[in-house]
């Protein structure tokens, strides 16, 4: 019988037999989602020998539950991942341009997941564009519930736009063109310097040696640069005995975090030619999502590209990609999104021979070149194998 995971003074407390919430996600998603429990199950059942198990709980979200109960995100889901404080989920529809709002923006707001954490790392024998992909070896904390992801925007020529436009330029002498589209981008001490705070907690309890900041703050001077400024002061205030500053570094950092910053343009550039330099990133919610998705790139692209975001007492670990549609139901797609997204899963919940386990079955499936069509195409000599057979291959090998 399952139990509830708990969260008590800033830990979680795991039980042998947790009830995990889970969304199979639309297009792909129940393709990939049914291949990543085979290999969850599989690995806990190996590692563990039936000590401990998962107990899946299937909860609605996206196509699937619009046309069961006629809502996207139905108030029993999120009543759900509430009480059981952890989740996992495959990709879901986002239209654009019109019609429902992200619900993976609504999850991250609704729950409070103020960070999106994407680590990015290079598996031996997947294709990339790069030279030396293995120097890349990063983990991107995005700040995931303000910035111009916070929602707060208006259609051309609406009287909510025309309001704003009319507001700034007759209190503020603003320059805005009439019958723009206006979007407002907030950024909050708070919200920045919890984000900093996770990523600084995360680099020093698992020994990286640096966490960068990522602004553009060279010309959004209080916005982007605020970011910065209150990143610094955080690493001041609380952990100013672990930490110091990359100038001060220079004399010699006694074995202390390096703390950081780089403007966005020129970190996309320093990801490229000296990606070796960089451990961990905080940026805001756009910077951290172009650079989650460029820095995958590197290493064979999003289908190996995993996410999680956390709160304090919440935690949603998702698939990073779309939803794929045209290859629904074909049993084609790669899972590594999701399996990988699951391994995060397992390591924030302390489950650490589990997600070890399940980057090794991955890794020697990869190399073993039996892998899925997005990655066959790219590798000499490999054979393309299902969605399904993928996932046997990474059981075979964890």
Known sequence: MGERIDYRDGRWRVPDHPIIPFIEGDGTGPDIWRASRRVFDATVGKVYGGKRQVDWLEVLAGEKAFKQVGHWLPDATLDAIRTHRVAIK??????????IRSLNVTLRQMLDLYAC?????????VPSPMREPQKLDVVIFREN??????????????????????????????????GSAIGVKPMSKFGSQR??????????????????????????????????????????????????????????????????DRITDAMFAQLVLRPDEYSVIAAPNLNGDLLSDAAAAQVGGLGLAPGGNVGDGYAVFEATHGTAP????????????????????????????????????????IRSGRVTYDLARLMPGATEVSTSAFAECIIEHV
């Not at 309001?163 to 007759?170: D, M, S």
């Not at 049993?331 to 391994?343: M, R």
């Open 117 to 125: 954490i994407r680590p990015v790392r290079y598996f031996e024998g």
């Open 326 to 365: 045209k290859y629904a139901g074909l049993d084609k797609v790669n899972p590594g999104s999701v399996i990988l997204s699951g391994a995060m899963m397992f390591e924030e919940l302390g489950w650490n021979d589990v997600a070890t386990a399940i980057a090794r079955g991955l890794g020697g499936a």
């Open 90 to 99: 495959g990709p879901l529809t986002t239209p654009v341009g019109g019609g």
């Open 195 to 260: 984000l900093v705070a996770k990523a600084i907690e995360y680099a020093l309890r698992v020994g990286r040696r640096s966490v960068t900041l990522v602004h553009k703050g060279n010309i959004m001077k209080f916005t982007e640069g605020g970011f910065r400024e209150w990143g610094y002061e955080i690493a001041r205030e609380r952990f100013a005995d672990r930490t110091v500053t990359e100038s001060d570094a220079g004399k010699g950092d006694g074995g202390r975090l390096v703390i950081k």
């Open 145 to 178: 519930i303000e910035d111009v992801y916070s929602g707060v925007e208006y259609r051309a020529g609406s009287a909510e736009a025309d309001a704003v436009i009319g507001f700034l330029t007759e209190r503020f002498g603003a320059k805005i063109r009439p």
